[in-house]
Structures are given as structure tokens and as C-alpha cells.
């Protein structure tokens, strides 16, 4: 994909199309208010969009292609971007069908094209939503020097003093609250003419994505897909564990809900009120939760992309930092069929489910030992539902860097025996080792040499020996990490950290984590292959 430099558009809508618009014949005295879409593409349950529909004749809803958005700081595959451009064009159609005359089409920095509206007497209105390290600088200046409303709306709590007290029950009441709601017949939905669309933004950044079973984005395959999934909601817990289960056994919404195509408070609703209950439905709608509280944390502290949530792990494995053990990880050649398998259906799809996120995250981080954020960015990169609010919290999380007490270790060998025993997912994305018997999948390097003979597989040739010894590395990290878990521990006892850390229990929980655990005690280890998430006690 090209840079925004390598290939420049111009920025748009020109201010004479703003203000023709502004200055209609029929147009009354005030302008009204544009609604800046950014990562909430729909137009139902949208606080934006109901805030200015109440408070305005007219309405401009506006995307803005940001050249930003299109180079390393964007750090999104061609295939997620492809998606957003599909999610466009449903949002397009979305305000037509309403009687609307369609979406305004932008390009340029976000500021300077929506300056050129505030410049002809215009408003403008956006949803709040938590964002990385650029979306949330541009934020605070467009508040600041254009007087953009943010308008809150999607069940997290702001401008509080404690934001996790009663959080659980705030959440549960915006899940059973009415949607934002409003009348299509009340408003005039206008459209400056502009000469970009997500086609020219293609081509212009050069836009080819490769990667293959890449759903359509927009609002009408999202709601296709919760229908389907809420009905069939009684197979997902036996499906979440196994790649290739999860595959068609889980919503496959994460990417629609990501681009805000639904909003987490339609999907609750549709299965609370349509999906059979069971334990499907309930675990699936822990998950919701799962969504809103790791969301919350980004909006508790921003730094989750980019330090340690806990300054006692700032830095640790950067001594360690191995150029080709990172590139063996990426390619998927580290020996470990499971995690190779993986990391190749990630760079070929966009997608792995959450047991083979947190495998592959276990691995790099504690057994190869790498620094989390190279792992992290490249996860970001890749996936369709690359949120950094949930991948960049979930990377630290995982790797332990928290600071509460237990480590999620996943063997790579069990989760061959566990979720893939016939292999039938391991041979897909690692064809070299498709003639090996099953019974060898979750070790190849222990095969007999009569039967690598016997096959035609050569190990050490066709396939990888293990870059790292799993027992000696698992031990050695084991040592280092509970050498200064107790460290960690006690600095949650800071009530700055512990805010950064929004544990669901908040600073009380951070409080007896620091007492409990701070000081020179080892750190205890989990079987992460025996756990599941199915409910907000066990996040952090």
C-alpha cells in the first residue's frame, strides 16, 4: 500500500462546494451540523447521529480519508482497509435508504477539512470512542480549535473520579437501555459532491489486499451474520477453543463491531431477546462484557499501546530482543506446529480465534522471550478486527505485565493434542508436515527417523527443529518473571498504576493484590490450556 505521500489527493470537499451547500436557495438561516463518522458506521443506536438529528435541520454526515490512515501510522493491512471501504459503502447506501442523499466523501487531515465547514457556520459532531496514540491527539484538537461536540454513548464510564465502581452494573443498565433513536423524516440528510470515494482511495493508496476468507464489511453482512450465530448460539462453547471450530461455531462479529457497523448494545439485545438460552448465550454475553471492559481500560489510560501497564516489566525481554527469532515467529517456522500454523492462517486471513492469540502471545513473549510490543504491532497489523483497545490491552495482559498474580502459559505441544488431534488444522497451514502422522503433530522433532524416512519428511529440512527448548525456556522465564512479580505486585498498590491497570475490581482490587502478593514471592503459574473466560472475575 502506498503512502500518503506517494500518492497525494487533494483535500476535500473545497471550501466553495461547503459553502454553495451552505448558502442553498431552500437552506435556512443556520448552516447545521455535520456528523464526523470515524469508527461508528451505522446509522442506528448512534449517538452522533441522534444528537444531531435532535438539534438540527440539516445534517452532513462525513468520512474523511486520512493519509495517515494509509501509512505506517496506520500500521493496517491492505485487507482491513478493503473492509473499512466496504463498511463505507454500506454506510452510503444506509442514509439513502432513509431518504438521505448519501455520505460525504472527504480526504486530507481530518482538522483542515472539517475547519472548512466550522469556517461556513457549520457544527460538528462525533461519537467518543477511546482510540490509539494519533486518533486521540486529533480528537483533543479538534475539541479544542474547531469546538467538535464528542458525544458519549457506548456504555463506558467517563468523568468519574472512580470508573470501575459499579461499573459492571453501569454497563448492565446501558445494555438495557433504549437505543439512541431518530426521525430521517425530521431532518434533511445533504451530501457535498466530491470527486473521492473508497474506490479512488484505493487506487490512489494503492490499495491490494491479499489475504483470503476475508468477510464483506458493512452493516447488512453484520446483521446477516448475528442472525445466523444467535440461532445456532447453543454450539458455541464447544466451538471458541478449536481453530478450526471458531471458524463458523463463534459470531465472526469482532471485525464488524470494531468499524461500529453494530453497536456491542445491538448485538446484547438481538441475543438476549432472540438467541435460545443456555449456556451459549450466557457465555457469549460475558463476552460483551469482555468487550466493554477492556475497552474501558484504554480509555483509563492511553499508554496501554505503548509501555508496560506496570513500570516493574517496562523493558523486559528487550536485552533479549532476537531479530530472526521475531522473523521466525512472524513467518511461522518456530518448530511448534501449533503456533506456525497460526501465525500463517493470521497473515493469510486476518484472523485466528482468542485461544490461538493467546498461544501465539505466550509463546513469543515467554518462551522466545521477545519485547511484547513487536508482537503486538504485528498482531495489530494483520488482523481485520485489529481494535487497539482490545489487542493491545489483551498482548499485556497475556504476557503478564500487569502485575497480578498467576502467569496464562500455553504449551504449544498440548494445544496440538487438545484442540487440533487430527491434525486437520496443523496440515492445512503447514502442508510441509501433511504426510507425518497425527500422532507426531504436536512434536515433529521427536519423530522416529524410520517414520520421517518412511514419509518423505525430514526434520530439520522441511520443517524447523524448535528455535527454543520449551521446558528449559518456560523455567528460565518462570525465574525471571517471579523474580520481580513481588515488585510488581506491591507497585498496584500505587494508585497511579493501579488506575492505569483498571482492574475490574478497581483500586480496592489493585490494593489486596499489592498486600497479598508484593514483596519477594515468586509468581504463581496457571494452566492456561484448563482455563476459560466466561465471565468479568476472571479479566484484569
Known amino acids: 500500500m502506498a ?26 438561516d443556520e448552516p447545521g451540523t455535520v456528523v464526523w463518522h470515524r469508527d461508528d458506521l451505522r446509522i442506528a443506536d448512534n449517538p452522533a447521529v441522534a444528537a444531531a438529528a435532535a438539534d438540527a435541520d440539516r445534517i452532513v454526515p462525513l468520512f474523511v480519508f486520512d493519509p495517515a490512515f494509509y501509512d505506517e501510522r496506520g500500521a493496517a493491512c491492505d485487507a482491513r482497509v478493503e473492509f473499512l471501504h466496504d463498511c463505507l459503502r454500506d454506510l452510503d447506501r444506509q442514509y439513502r435508504d432513509v431518504g438521505g442523499a448519501g455520505l460525504t466523501y472527504g480526504h486530507g487531515d481530518p482538522l483542515d477539512v472539517l475547519s472548512r465547514f466550522v469556517d461556513a457556520g457549520w457544527d460538528a459532531v462525533a461519537t467518543a470512542t477511546p482510540s490509539g496514540r494519533y486518533g486521540r491527539r486529533r480528537d483533543e484538537r479538534a475539541r479544542e480549535r474547531l469546538g467538535v461536540d464528542f458525544v458519549a454513548g457506548d456504555g463506558l464510564v467517563r468523568d468519574a473520579d472512580r470508573p470501575r465502581e459499579d461499573w459492571s452494573d453501569r454497563v448492565e443498565s446501558w445494555f438495557a437501555a433504549d437505543p439512541f433513536d431518530w426521525d430521517p423524516r425530521s431532518v434533511a440528510v445533504e451530501r457535498v459532491e466530491t470527486a473521492i470515494d473508497p474506490d ?9 489486499p491479499t489475504k483470503t476468507r476475508v468477510p464483506t464489511g ?18 458455541y462453547p464447544g466451538s471458541i477453543s478449536s481453530p478450526l471450530d471458531a471458524r463458523e461455531g463463534t459470531s465472526g462479529l469482532s471485525a464488524y ?52 501497564v506496570n513500570p516493574v516489566y517496562e523493558g523486559f525481554n528487550r536485552d533479549r530482543h532476537d531479530p530472526d527469532l521475531v522473523a521466525a515467529w512472524k513467518r511461522g517456522e518456530t518448530g511448534f506446529p501449533m503456533v506456525d500454523a497460526s501465525m500463517r492462517c493470521l497473515r493469510e486471513t486476518g484472523w485466528l480465534n482468542f485461544r490461538m492469540r493467546a ?31 482490545i489487542n493491545y490491552t489483551q498482548w499485556q495482559s497475556q504476557c503478564g505485565l500487569v502485575g497480578r498474580p498467576g502467569l496464562r502459559l500455553y504449551d504449544p505441544r498440548k494445544q496440538v493434542r487438545d484442540q487440533d488431534p487430527d491434525g486437520e488444522f496443523v496440515r492445512r497451514w503447514v502442508p510441509e ?19 520421517q524416512r518412511e514419509v518423505g519428511v525430514r526434520i530439520g529440512e522441511d520443517y524447523p527443529y524448535p528455535v527454543a527448548d520449551y521446558e528449559r525456556a518456560r523455567l528460565e522465564f518462570r525465574e525471571r ?15 497511579e498504576i493501579a488506575r492505569r491497570a483498571s482492574l475490574s475490581g478497581g483500586l480496592g ?26 465471565g468479568l472475575d476472571e479479566f484484569g
Open 200 to 208: 479512488r482511495a484505493s487506487d490512489a493508496y494503492d490499495v491490494a
Open 481 to 495: 518473571y517471579g523474580a520481580v512479580h513481588g515488585a510488581a505486585a506491591a507497585r498496584l498498590g500505587d494508585e
Open 509 to 534: 482490587a489493585a490494593r489486596s493484590i499489592a498486600a497479598d502478593h508484593g514483596g519477594p514471592a515468586e509468581a504463581d503459574g496457571d494452566d492456561a490450556d484448563a482455563t476459560s473466560q466466561t
Open 257 to 308: 463491531l470494531r468499524f461500529g457497523c453494530l453497536s456491542v448494545r445491538e448485538v446484547h439485545r438481538h441475543v438476549d431477546e432472540r438467541a435460545p438460552d443456555g449456556r451459549g448465550k450466557s457465555m457469549y454475553v460475558s463476552r460483551l462484557f469482555w468487550n466493554r471492559h477492556y475497552t474501558q481500560k484504554l480509555l483509563d489510560w492511553p499508554g496501554w499501546l505503548d509501555r508496560a
Open 359 to 389: 498461544l501465539c502471545a505466550s509463546v513469543y513473549f515467554q518462551i522466545l522471550q521477545q519485547p511484547w510490543r513487536i508482537g503486538a504491532d504485528h498482531f495489530y497489523e494483520h488482523l481485520i478486527d485489529g481494535d487497539p483497545a
Open 3 to 28: 503512502t500518503g505521500e506517494d500518492a497525494p489527493l487533494p483535500t476535500t470537499p473545497a471550501p466553495d462546494a461547503i459553502r454553495s451547500l451552505s448558502r442553498a436557495d431552500d437552506a435556512p
Open 218 to 235: 458493512g452493516r447488512g453482512p453484520a446483521r446477516d451474520r448475528l442472525r445466523a450465530f444467535a440461532e445456532a448460539i447453543g454450539e
Open 433 to 451: 508436515l501433511d504426510p507425518l502422522p497425527a500422532a507426531h503433530l504436536d512434536a515433529p522433532e521427536k519423530t522416529p527417523l524410520a517414520v
